[in-house]
Structure formats: C-alpha cells, structure tokens
C-alpha cells in the first residue's frame, strides 16, 4: 500500500458491562482479576489518525490485503485525538475496557537484557510533518543504521502469517487495539535480526513517555540518544497542507493538523524533556529545506558520535582547514590576504583553482573549460580533486589553510565532509545588502567588471542568501561559526577576525617580528648610507623591495614570472605580490634583531595594509629639500653612467616621490612612530641622530 494511503476505520469494541481491576505498572504482565491497580490493557500503545480510540495510548490495525514488505518504510503512525498521557484522575471516569481473551495471550513482553553489541540505540521524534521519516531514511543509509519502524513491523507481521501475525489478524478482526508488549517484542526481534548495522533508528517511538519507560524496563537498556525534529506549527501546517492537495488524506486539513500538533505537544514532548534532562537529545530544527535538514541531522550525529565520522581524504597533519564566506563585497578576501600572511595560512581560493586549471591546458582543464562553455556546474568531483591536489603539494610549511568562498551550497558542505574532512572554523562576514551595494558599486567604476552593477549585485546577494547561507546555518548547528561583522573598517574587521582565531584555534599564533622599521626618504636623502651603518652596528636585516622583486625575476619564481609579466606589461606589481614578498623574507631570518625596510611603503594604501601585519617601531624619514636632492643626484650622475641622474629625470622622480610619500609621512607622524631626520647635513651628523632613535648613538 502507498505510504499515504489510509485505512478505513475499525469500529470501536463494544463497551463492557463492568469494569475489570487490573495492575498500575506497565511493566507487569496484565492478567483478568481483581489483583489491584488501574492500568488497562492497551495502555502504551500509539494510534493512527482516523481510528477510534477506547482509551489512551492504543493502535488499531487496519485490515490490509496482500503481503508487506518489511524493508519498504510506511508512514509511522500518526497521532490524533486527546492526550495520550496520564489522564487526571476523576470520580466520573469511565470505566476501562477488560482485556480481551486474544490479548491476554500477547500482553506480556518477552523480559531479559538486549544486548547492543556496542552499538547505539536512538529514538526518533518529531511532530506531523517534521519530516523525520524523510531523514531517517536517508542517515540510516549512509551511517549504516538500522531503520524501524513500529507501524511497520505490526503490519509486516500480520502479512507474513506467523502465530503472532495470526493473533493480531485477530484482535484486528475483533476490533481490539495491539498492547504495548507486541510492539515491544517486534521491535527485540527486528533489532536481533540487523546484527550488521552500527545501530538503530526507531522513528516515532515512544509517542508516550510510560512507553518509553516500559520499553527500557523490557530490554534493559537505555535509548543512546533522541533524535528530536523540531518544527513550529505554521511550518507544519503549510507542509501538510500542500501534501493534502495530492494526497487524498482527509486529515491533511488544517483543523486536524493542528489537533494532531497539540496531542504531540502533550504526550510527546513529555519524552523529549525527559531525555533532554538526561544529556541525551539531538535537537534538530527541521524548519529547513530539506538538504539542510539533513547535513544538519548528519552533523549533530556524527558530533555525537565521533565514531562515525568518516576518515578524513585529506592529510593536514593537524593543520587547521577554515572555510571562508562572505557575500559578495563583505571584504572575505581582504581579510584572507591578510590572515594568511599573518598566520602563515596557505590560501586557496575554488574559482582561482578552477581558472589556473584552465589556463595550464592540462586534459582536466580542457575538461573544465568544456563545462563552462557549456554553461554547465563544474562537478563537484573536480573541484574537491583540484582542491585536494593544491594542499597535497603545498610544501611551504603553512600552518594551516583558508578555502575562500567555499562551500557555495549545502550539497557541496556534505561531499566536502565525506570525501575530504571536517572543517576546523568557519569565517563568516556577514554585511549588509546596502553596505554590499555601496562597496560594489563603488568598484564597479574602475573594475571593468560587468556585474558590478546595481541589478547583478542584488541578484547576486539573493543568490547568496539562498544557497550559501544554509551552509552558515548548518556549521552554526555544530558550533563552527564564527560570524564577523564586516560593516567596518579593514582594521576593525582584521581584529575582529584575530580575536576569533584566537578563541577558536589557539593553536594559531600570529607572526611577530622583533623591531621592524620603515627607511623613507627622495632620492639622493642618503638612506642607503644610514642603512648600511645601522646593518654594521645593530646587525639588523636590511631589506628593499626593488632587490627581492628582481631577485625573484632572476630566480625564475612563480612570483617573479607573474611580476615580470606584469612590469613587461607596464603594470604596477600588485601590493599583496610585494607584501608576500617582503614577509617571506623576515620570515627567512626570524632570529633576526630587528629589520630595516628600505623604500616602503611607498604609498598610503600601502602604508595603510602593512601596518595591518606588521606593526613598525619606528618609521625613519630622511627629509631633503627638492634642491638638495637635485644637486646630490647631478653630482653623482657626473660618474653614475645612469640615464636618469639628468636634471629634468631626477626633478620629475622628486616630485613623483613628494605626491606619494608626503601622505604616508603625515599617517606615520599621526601615529606616533615617525622619526624625521635632517639629511641635509653632513653623514656623520645624519648617522648619530640615526642611531640615537635606537638608544646606540
């Protein structure tokens, strides 16, 4: 029978002429005579929408015609109807419904402890259209987990024709309702026969919490935890609502759905708070789409029991692996470029990857080029190949690794999971769509990009939202979140992001350097002279970066092709490209007593980024009037053998330098650390004053 097909009604039995004494605890064996207590016979047991109860917690079988396969899931039996719990005690109650002669023979549960072999027992709760048995379905697969069902395994049993089959096709026949030990045995019985799977989900039991209580007391033990499905009610309503279009249920309407909510809140919850009480509840919000839900009920499971995490395919080595996401403008990649030099974090961005791929016109790049021309997804398959094979090969001895804008989507979290690892931290920047929009658009004007325009930007903030921000909601669920707000400064947010780092990965330390300082100063100032004395009496590390960048040139670097290529093209090297550089080299002398930075920054975004990292002791301005420094070059130009050391190169190379520097001298002097020198003056009075900002003059 389809899963929404529904019976038609058993009438009820008929009432008896007297009521019948039986015994108060459920976990006795309930046997006709006045032996004391007030526990009927078909106390604990759940009943499906549209059949008559007689009493609480009862089941009515529905007459069924042809066989029923065990292993296909049905609907669990729903709830309807008044409370199914205790009912409040009163002096006009009416009387309760003797055991019938056929239940008597089946009443009793089969007593003695189950063993679990080592493997987990779960209940499976949720209210009408919580969608549990959706998602039960789908864990029990990929966890190797055992899915019962109670319904099920009393239809099942009827339509094999085995004796207790027989005896229930016969209290079916009389109208009666199953007792609670029959579901209780079925359910020993289907456990002892899944002795391969890693455990069990037993969806929609107990809907009681004396069900729950009978079944430990039966088995003698304990459910390892309750996977409970929460939804509120208007979601509920909607879903069934829009199911009773199709379905044909007449109790897909909203005044049953809202009764059948109700009798859930009352006897069900009940459950739930006792097990929540006991540290055992897995509370999962199924409000969610339902791929959402389900990498949500997947992670909370396997945080629960790590056991069945599956091995990781990537080797980190311990290393850290964060997901970075951001809509699109929120500053994600600022920040990356920043942390990454700061932490020393390999960064790897999906798209970069994809298009490197491309341009290396290996067999897999012309793969991928095939599928963008096409306009089709590029598989997952690929990118978690490409992302694989870039952290493989890194041998830079990062500590850790930064995947930019990735996952977009919730399926790409899941097979991220499964194939690769779990990530550490999630980065989360979350901005504004006004602030989204200024930032872009802004951008838009010399970016050249075509959907740096008001209608693509909004479109793709909707996109984002969508698809991306279930992923944030999933890692919030298992607590990997840390969310920053971006609506700030680049400073702002990089603090916000330290501090982050800090409380989540401690094991991430920031790089620190001992005493950097920044040499300004024109051409002809004399810095490389005072540079030279401070390397003979510090033995500081002195660094230009002219010289690395051609350095890097000359080595044939990875680095030096792209600067060549990009000064070959009368382009300015970009300034994450010379940041790179110049940290790569203090790191390369981290005993170092302190570093000389000579010629940088140049500009006030520069000026501006390397604070960011690397915060200077002292900035050292060499400071030459525009005649001076024209007389000194002239000078030397007369034995240099440059083509610049002319009057009209050296007066356009000052007064380049004074449009670019004389900002970034006013936000150091701001700031406290500027050292302004004469230079006008003889060497030695220059190199004194030098060396007495270092306490060695």
């Not at 009681?208 to 409970?228: H, R």
């Not at 012309?366 to 089709?376: A, H, L, R, S, V």
């Not at 004399?526 to 960048?549: F, I, M, N």
């Amino acid at each position: 029978m389809h899963r929404n097909a529904r019976p038609a009604p058993v009438p009820p039995p008929a009432g008896p002429a007297a009521p019948m004494p039986v015994r108060h605890a459920p976990t006795t064996s309930t046997t006709n005579g006045a032996n004391g207590g007030t526990v009927a016979w078909d106390d604990f047991v759940p009943h499906r929408v549209g059949m008559v109860r007689a009493g609480r917690g009862k089941v009515a079988l529905p007459t069924r015609t042809g066989r029923v396969d065990p292993k296909h899931h049905v609907e669990p039996l729903a709830i309807v109807g008044h409370g199914m719990g205790p009912q409040p005690s009163s002096p006009t109650k009416a009387p309760r419904t003797p055991l019938p002669p056929v239940a008597a023979r089946v009443a009793s549960p089969t007593r003695g402890a189950f063993d679990l072999g080592g493997r987990k027992l779960i209940f499976v709760l949720g209210g009408p259209g919580s969608g549990k048995g959706t998602q039960c379905a789908r864990i029990a697969v990929e966890l190797n987990l055992t899915h019962l069902s109670a319904g099920d395994l009393l239809r099942a049993e009827v339509a094999r024709g085995t004796p207790l089959g027989a005896e229930l096709n016969k209290l079916m026949a009389e109208g009666q309702l199953v007792p609670m030990a029959v579901t209780i045995d079925l359910l020993r019985s289907a456990m002892s026969a899944s002795p391969g799977s890693a455990g069990f989900l037993i969806d929609g039991f107990p809907r009681e919490l004396d069900q729950g209580l009978a079944f430990e007391s039966a088995l003698s033990l304990t459910p390892d935890a309750v996977l409970f499905f929460d939804c509120p009610l208007p979601v509920l309503e909607q879903r069934l609502l829009k199911r009773g279009e199709t379905s044909g249920r007449a109790d897909d309407n909203l005044a049953s759905i809202q009764k059948r909510f109700r009798t859930f809140e009352t006897q069900s919850m009940p459950v739930v708070m006792h097990y929540k009480a006991q540290g055992k509840v897995v509370w999962v919000s199924s409000a969610h789409a339902v791929e959402t839900v389900y990498a949500m009920t997947r992670g909370m499971l396997m945080q629960h029991f790590p056991q069945w995490v599956p091995e990781p395919g990537l080797k980190l080595d311990g290393r850290p692996l964060v997901f970075v996401l951001g809509g699109p403008g929120s500053g994600k990649g600022t920040q990356c470029a920043i942390i990454r030099e700061q932490y020393a974090l390999s960064h790897l961005s999906v798209g970069d990857l994809l298009r490197a791929e491309v341009s290396s016109g290996s067999e897999l790049g012309t793969t991928i080029n095939g599928y963008i021309k096409d306009g089709q997804i590029v598989p997952m398959e690929v990118t978690l190949r490409l992302v694989k094979q870039a952290i493989d090969r890194d041998v830079s001895g990062s500590h850790g690794f930064l995947i930019d804008g990735f996952p977009r989507e919730i399926g790409q979290a899941v097979d991220w999971e499964r194939k690769m690892c779990i990530p550490s931290l999630v980065l989360f920047y979350d901005c504004p769509l006004a602030l989204l929009e200024q930032r872009l658009l802004k951008r838009g004007e010399t970016s050249g990009r075509a959907d740096d325009n008001l209608e693509s930007i909004k479109k793709r903030f909707r996109t984002f939202q969508e698809t991306s921000m279930p992923v944030v909601e999933y890692y919030k669920v298992l607590g990997k979140v840390a969310e920053i707000s971006s609506d700030a400064t680049v400073a702002e947010v990089l603090h916000k992001t330290q501090d982050a780092l800090a409380q989540h990965l401690p094991q991430l330390k920031p790089l620190t350097f001992k005493s950097v300082v920044f040499v300004l100063g024109g051409p002809g100032c004399g810095k490389g002279t005072q540079c030279a004395q401070l390397v003979e009496k510090l033995r500081y590390v002195h660094l230009s970066t002219g010289d690395l960048l051609r350095a890097e040139v000359a080595a044939g670097s990875a680095i030096g092709k792209q600067a060549e290529a990009i000064m070959k093209d009368g382009g300015m090297v970009p300034m994450d490209l010379i940041r790179s550089l110049l940290l790569q080299a203090m790191r390369a002398k981290p005993d170092a007593p302190g570093y000389l930075v000579d010629g940088y920054p140049r500009t006030l975004e520069q000026a501006k980024d390397i604070v960011l990292l690397v915060p200077p002791a002292h900035v050292l301005y060499f400071s030459c009037t525009p005649d001076t420094l024209v007389a000194r070059l002239l000078k030397r130009g007369e034995t240099s053998g440059r083509a610049d050391d002319n009057a009209k190169s050296i007066r356009k190379r000052i007064e380049t330098f004074q449009a670019a520097t004389v900002p970034v001298v006013e936000f150091f002097a701001a700031n406290g650390v500027l050292r302004d020198i004469d230079a006008a003056r003889p060497i030695d009075a220059i190199t004194r004053d030098t060396l007495a900002v270092f306490g060695a003059a």
